[in-house]
RNA sequence: GGCGCCGUACCCAAGUGGUAAGGGAGCAGUCUGCAAAACUGCGAUGCAGCGGUUCGAACCCGCUCGGCGCCUCCA
């Protein structure tokens, strides 16, 4: 059964989606304006996981994630380059499916983009002012908070509590200084679309309230997003939803901790912040494997609390994530068992399994499941020294694969952590670095056949010499007992 | 001013009342022509500090110290 942290209620509670066989859920995505840095590839794999661990638990999800393409934030950036808003928005989408892919998060079930949901948002704001939650004044719309009794439920403040703190000019037109724009009336040369009320664009919050209610209902099962968006955006959401349905919104609020940089919030506006595709741009292993380390590492925390960034973190969680890929080449090998083995790994894989679930099931404990994986990596390892059949090692690889693929993790084939010669021509590398290997795969079966050779002969200065040049190429050689050798780049 | 989070070994990190998971790094050993991997062993008598509650506390309560977040766009 699985329990998560409910920031509504502020505990964990038992999830049990509104239909017993499907669950919706709805993520705050990005604002594109500009490249994604590493805080926002946490809160994406956070609810991959989530949404793939639902799956693994026999769900189907219907899980939605929203684009904001329409933002000052967008129109700034697009006078800066001299471009279209259209021209910002599609470049920095595509960035980001670019970045996801690469972070191995699966597309969700629907990407809705603001833009596309005007005539949703427009409704929803006229139905607010029809109930009295809204008004209008000179062509924007406001929500008006002190009209929502429930207003500061989700994020624990009261509103006298909120005006205290206000660090923001307060606009005279509004009633309250928290009411918050549903409608902005547009300035020249800004996005505009037709309004009851005037041209104009949504307001910051509205349009995940549009855009979830449309692909989900009035009520679904979970939202989630950063603990940044507490407040005001979702407590916003809520106001604005509740208000307009007069139901019941989202059921699970669920929120991600920080990615620090010296314990520090990485943001924009400290400038300690490092984008996606800036780490694998600078990564000295290959594409594949920088996608899995950064995913092993934001995994290796617990989702709720904070997670500080550094190239230490990242070598540590490649270091973890080696030994795993040694056991998965030595798995890939044919081998002798026996009944006794057999039995010692089903008996492993089953309570794996059964701590693994225990872990996840505990508001996603990643740390946890993670834990259990190498318990099990360390198990088989000593299975692997008593001797285990070709099929076992079969039936292990496939047990990492399953239970990987909640988390995401051990689908590759093969751990090739030098950039091999072929994307090292693409990407910058630092030349400090070590040398991409221009050896084809079977230039090493041969040379690693002639070492063989030199072996047997006893010709081991020769032998040496072999493992020494692959070596300077980042191709390391490991001797099995019976005298070939197994290799990695 | 209000709301909230965190402080566990060299580093990362679980554990929230029953006597400190796991990983990385390190050291020693086994195996090996060498090496790598793997395996074995070592490693916090203590969980920021001080008090208190309890048969029993890293976990509960109080105070203190230190770090951070939100209240403004922000994953």
Redesign the pocket.
Known sequence: MLKLFNTLT?RQEVFEPIEPQNVRMYV????VYDYC????A???LVFDVLRRYLEYSDYAVTFVKNF?DV???IIKRANEQGVSCDAVTAKYIQAYHEDMGKLGIRAPTEEPKATEHIADIVRLTERLITKGFAYVVDGDVYFEVSKYPDYGRL????LE??Q?????DVDERKHHP?D?ALWKSSKPGEPAWESPWGPGRPG?HIECSAMSIRHLGDTFDIHG?????????HENEIAQSCGATGKEFARYWV??????IN????????GN?FTIREIFEKSEWSEAVTGEVLRYFLL???YH????FSD??L???K??L??FY??FA?LGETGQGSPETDYSLQFSIGFTQEMFRK?MN??L?T??A??EL??L??SI??L??QGLSTEARRVAREEFRSLGNCLGLFQLDRWQFVVPVSESLLVNIDETTAVPSTLTDTDIELLLEE?KKA?SQKD??R??EI?KSLANQGI??????DGT?RWKR
């Not at 929120?255 to 620090?260: A, P, S, T």
């Not at 609390?305 to 500080?308: A, H």
């Open positions: 502020g705050c995505g990005v604002t840095h590493i805080g926002h946490r809160s994406a904001t933002d000052d934030k994020s624990k403040r009261r509590d909120l205290a703190g206000a660090r923001v928290m918050f910051w997003g950063g603990m940044d968006l507490i407040f005001p955006h929120h991600n901790g920080f990615v620090q314990k520090e919030k990485m943001s924009k506006s400290l912040f290796s925390t617990h609390g904070p997670l500080d230490q973190a070598k540590e969680a270091n973890a080696n030994g040694d056991l030595r872990g505990d508001d404990n740390s946890v993670l834990a190498q318990q990596k360390s390892n000593k692997l020294g070492r072996r081991f200065q032998a040496d493992r390391i050689i490991e001797d099995k007992p050798a």
